[in-house]
């Protein structure tokens, strides 16, 4: 079983930052894709960024320039660094990862219980 683990998120006045981290633990063999995915009240999920496993990035046009997603292959560990935010980013982030098991080598999706992000003043 693979467990992934969000912190970082809060409340922050517009135009402030903050950092996210997902910490990814149990029977792990590697991880592929990881992402930072986000839902607003009434709203869909959506994807903010994803990062392959050599470094490749993507980022949803509302973020692009001010987020930034990085990953310690070592450490398991996501994490998305958020710049010059803006009400609109208000959400509840959620960490992606896809990981080939440890067990059976088979590749399986899990997701994170997310983490609240509020930018208002």
């Known amino acids: 079983q693979v467990q992934l683990v969000e912190s970082g998120g809060g409340l922050v006045q517009p135009g402030g930052s903050l950092r996210l981290s997902c910490a990814a633990s149990?029977?792990?063999?590697?991880?592929?894709?990881m992402g930072w995915y986000r839902q607003a009240p009434g709203k869909q999920r959506e994807l903010v960024a994803g990062?392959?496993?050599?470094?490749?990035?993507n980022y949803a046009g509302s973020v692009k320039g001010r987020f930034t997603i990085s990953r310690d292959n070592a450490k398991n560990m996501l994490y998305l660094q958020m710049n010059s935010l803006k009400p609109e980013d208000t959400a509840v982030y959620y960490c992606?990862?896809?990981?080939?098991?440890?067990?059976?080598?088979?590749?399986?999706?899990?997701w994170g219980q997310g983490t609240q992000v509020t930018v208002s003043s």
């Open positions: 990062i392959n496993s050599g470094g490749v990035t």
């Open positions: 992606n990862a896809v990981v080939l098991s440890g067990i059976d080598m088979n590749e399986y999706e899990y």
């Open positions: 149990g029977t792990i063999f590697s991880i592929s894709g």
